[in-house]
């Protein structure tokens, strides 16, 4: 292994990588959910996947002001708090560039972004995200929800551009989106900050902390099922 990577992996290792050993089920249920083995093996259900976009292009409307507020969290931290607001802020700048691909990607599958009404899984999702937004949660709680949200679909979406993978040529883009290496590499810096944070926490900010890791696992998982209209 060549030293970057070896780094990496060091690095990474940390409370974050201890709570997916703890918690595999409900994480592998949430990055190799049916939706996404379906993109894989190019068996989805394209209504589902124009459920999903429609859907997304909401929650990721409702992220931007959640990661804003993780932002505001970061600069109120006087640890280390600039290089974190560079990764933060690099986070916003490609949601700008995200919100422009939905308003582009949508109506080559028939989707019109003003018609979309917001189904359950997704309200709750959102209203989850909103009560992270509040001041009295704590920025090591906020960092490892943020971590966990980009890291499923970052895992989910790579999954399906993996050596054989069957996934159909119209929505290679948009797992690029989530499964290229430069959001992969995000993630880690994300998860670099989340374990740096969890490091030094009381055990009443560990355990905060990994049942929104908890939270955040069961509301992919139930927006992936919303997608596919089992929800
Ligand atoms: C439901 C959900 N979870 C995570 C992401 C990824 N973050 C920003 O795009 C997303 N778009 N949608």
Redo the contacts with the bound molecule.
Sequence with gaps: MEVGKIREEVEKSGMIDTWLRKHSLIYTGATRHPFILGIRDGTVDLSAFKTWLGQ?YL??RA?IPFVASVLIKAWKESYNSSTDMEVILSGMAS?NE?ISWFRSETPKWGVQLSDIVPQKANQD?CRFLENLMSPDVEYTVAITALWA??A??QASFALCLEDGAKTPAELRQTCER?GNDGFRQYCNSLQQIANRHLQKASNDLLTKAEAALLRVLEH?VG?WNMSRGEA
């Design positions: 997304d929650f990721v992220f949601l995200e999702y949200i980009e499923v679909y989530w992919e927006f």
